[in-house]
Structure formats: structure tokens, C-alpha cells
């Protein structure tokens, strides 16, 4: 009975994927035409999470790394040109990930925040929400099948799944892994080029994923940022297979106490000829591309 639910609820999350997709304007079931260049960026917020999408529309950020590292997000952004951010993706309420969201908020212009639905009672998640109140941004509730669109580019809600949510609670604690499994995972797409963003997901919410969206396609993908910062429990040599990456992001700070990314780790992405770019080397990573071929600078 338990396999019979499991099925009928991913029948229906594609079900709804698919009504979301053919109703948003211009969406069609071929890759639409791209124009311009986007630039995927991994950047160096040492133990946590800051990924930028720059495209010719306007600016995406996946979560914004630690308090600790909020200066030189902020720098970074600034570097790049960044006058204001059109979404705001925050895959779960660890401070590695929402550390620096309130200067973000404070800083620059956002008109739209996504999160989950768990919250966290630590003095950063209050600072992040007392900073979405006074900004007044929009605040969208991440489920699976939310697609959003900015210029050409589109953004597809994975996870997480009901029952990483039901497991977590609406209360996630700041430290240990609590609440990994129910990050929002993130799929983007411009033309022909696509890239995956696991937050801290691990396992679990791995064979979740495969269970749930294997066979639509939508795993596969050029660009994959690691779970959890490359840990052992996240990256497993299934969920590997089916995401066929070109490229697998670590994101995570030199010398760090946990091992990250873990050799085994290392080693499964060797094997399978998938190219690992870390910034734990010192510098952030940006790879771009023309909708069509994929380069790193």
C-alpha cells in the first residue's frame, strides 16, 4: 500500500510539472531559442553555500553562504555588477546557507524570495526574516513542480518531497545535518545547458529523486553542485548515473573539520569522468554558456 501511494503522488507531482509547463507563456515541450550568455557562479563563501546566476534578464542567487562570509558575498556580487537580485533561493535555514541573506536583503533590490516551508528558531533565520518583512519582497513557498522564468532562462522546484518535509518538521535546528534531506532542490535551464543544485540533500533525498523524476528527464543535467558539500552521505553512484554531469561543484572552505568533499566522493566522480571544480582551492568557480556549449573562465 505504502509503494501504491508513493507511486500515485509522483504520478500526480508529474502531472502537475507538465500542466505548469505548457501553461506558463511561451512554454513549449521543445528547448526554446536562447539569446545571450549566462554565467553560472559557484562562489568562494568558504564552509557554506553562494551560488549566483547572471544572465542578460536579471540575477538569481541559491543561498548566501555564512554570516562569516557575508563581506566578500557582498564584494563579489558588487564585482560582477550586480545592482539587484530577481530571485532569491534559499534551499533550507542552515546558517552555511541564509548566513549572510540579511545583508543581501538590506544591500540589494530583491523582488522575489524562495524558500521551504521549515523554519529555524537561530538568531540568522530571525535576522533573515525580519529582513524579507522590511524589504517587502514577495515570498514564494518552494514545492515540487514550481517553475519560474526569468528571460530565457527557467527555474524548475524538484524537492523537496512531502515526506522529507513531514520528517523535518517546520522546525530545523542551525547545526548537524537536521533538515538536510528536506532542502529545495533547484534545476535550471537555458537553452541546452541545465544545472542541478542539491543544497545539502543526502541520500535519502536522493532516492527520492530518482524515484519521483527519474523518468522525466529532468535529472539529467551538464552542471551538478554537490549535496552537503561533497560529503560522503550525498552523491551516491545511482544518483550519480542518472545525473550524468559534465561537471560536479564542491562547495567548501579549505582545511574544513569535516572532511569535505570526501575522497570517496573524489574518487566516484573520477571514475565516472565527471570533471570536479572546488572551491575550496581558494577561488570561486564560473562557468558560461551560449544555450548551446558549456565553458569554465
Not at 551560488?51 to 556580487?77: R, V, W
Not at 512531502?162 to 532542490?185: F, L, R
Not at 542518472?242 to 569535505?260: K, L
Amino acid at each position: 500500500m505504502r509503494h501504491m501511494c508513493r507511486d500515485k503522488r509522483r504520478a500526480v507531482l508529474l502531472l502537475l510539472l507538465c500542466l505548469v509547463w505548457f501553461t506558463l507563456p511561451g512554454c513549449t515541450t521543445e528547448k526554446a531559442p536562447s539569446s545571450g550568455q549566462v554565467t553560472f557562479h559557484f562562489i568562494d563563501v568558504g564552509q557554506g553555500d553562494a551560488s549566483l546566476i547572471t544572465t542578460s534578464a536579471g540575477n538569481i542567487l541559491i543561498d548566501a553562504g555564512t554570516n562569516e562570509a557575508e563581506l566578500s558575498l557582498g564584494s563579489y556580487l558588487e564585482l560582477c555588477g550586480i545592482t539587484e537580485i530577481d530571485y532569491l533561493l534559499l534551499t533550507h535555514p542552515h546558517e552555511d546557507h541564509i548566513g549572510g541573506a540579511d545583508m543581501i536583503l538590506s544591500r540589494f533590490p530583491v523582488d522575489t524570495v524562495i524558500m521551504t516551508g521549515a523554519q529555524a528558531d537561530s538568531v540568522v533565520a530571525q535576522r533573515l526574516y525580519e529582513g524579507i518583512e522590511k524589504a517587502g519582497c514577495r515570498v514564494l513557498t518552494a514545492t515540487p513542480g514550481l517553475t519560474l522564468t526569468l528571460g530565457d532562462v527557467r527555474i524548475t522546484v524538484l524537492g523537496p518531497g512531502e515526506e522529507a518535509m513531514a520528517e523535518t518538521g517546520t522546525a530545523v535546528a542551525d547545526g548537524g545535518e537536521d533538515g538536510n534531506d528536506s532542502s529545495m532542490i533547484i534545476r535550471v535551464d537555458f537553452g541546452q545547458v541545465s544545472a542541478l543544485y542539491m543544497g545539502d540533500a543526502e541520500a535519502e533525498a536522493e532516492a527520492w529523486l530518482l524515484d519521483t523524476w527519474q523518468d522525466s528527464g529532468l535529472l539529467d543535467c551538464d552542471i551538478l553542485k554537490l549535496g552537503h558539500h561533497g560529503s560522503a552521505s550525498s552523491s551516491t553512484e545511482a544518483f550519480l548515473r542518472a545525473v550524468t554531469p559534465a561537471f560536479g561543484i564542491v562547495s567548501a572552505r579549505e582545511g574544513n573539520p569535516y572532511g569535505h568533499p570526501a575522497a570517496s566522493v573524489l574518487c566516484r566522480l573520477e571514475e565516472m569522468d565527471i570533471t570536479c571544480l572546488r572551491t575550496d582551492t581558494g577561488n570561486s568557480v564560473r562557468l558560461t554558456t551560449d544555450g548551446k556549449t558549456l565553458w569554465q573562465e
